[in-house]
Nanobody, 126 residues
Framework: QVELAESGGGLVQAGGSLRLSCSAS????????MGWFRQPPGKEREFVAA????????HYTDSVKGRFTVSRDNARNTFYLHANGLKPEDTAVYYC???????????????????WGQGTQISVSS
């Protein structure tokens, strides 16, 4: 059983930056595919980014490419989302997710991830 705990959300002006952290416990962090999803107000959850197990590839949804990056700290079992150039449309609850054995074609599907954090809010003002 893997437990995920996000932190680092908040209110920021457009153009600002935030770093979300996701602390993982209870699993073999290096072997997990880690990701971020978000749920804007009144909308469905959507894929943001994913990092296939340590040393693997990273993937981003088109709307955040060039602005958001993900990174892993294996020593701390922590996964990060570095969100730069934030826009009002980035306002959402951001969820850290984890799973094993996720094939490339399923990376963007919420159902592919077994473990979810509680979520942290990012609000971007214009």
């Amino acid at each position: 059983q893997v437990e995920l705990a996000e932190s680092g959300g908040g209110l920021v002006q457009a153009g600002g930056s935030l770093r979300l952290s996701c602390s993982a416990s209870g699993g073999t962090f290096n072997s997990l595919t880690m990701g971020w999803f978000r749920q804007p107000p009144g909308k469905e959850r959507e894929f943001v980014a994913a990092s296939r197990r340590s040393g693997g590839t990273t993937h981003y949804t088109d709307s955040v490419k060039g602005r958001f990056t993900v990174s892993r700290d294996n020593a701390r079992n922590t996964f990060y989302l570095h969100a730069n150039g934030l826009k009002p449309e980035d306002t959402a609850v951001y969820y850290c997710v984890a799973g094993s054995g996720i094939i490339l074609s399923s990376l963007r599907l919420p159902s592919a991830y077994r473990y979810w954090g509680q979520g942290t809010q990012i609000s971007v003002s214009s």
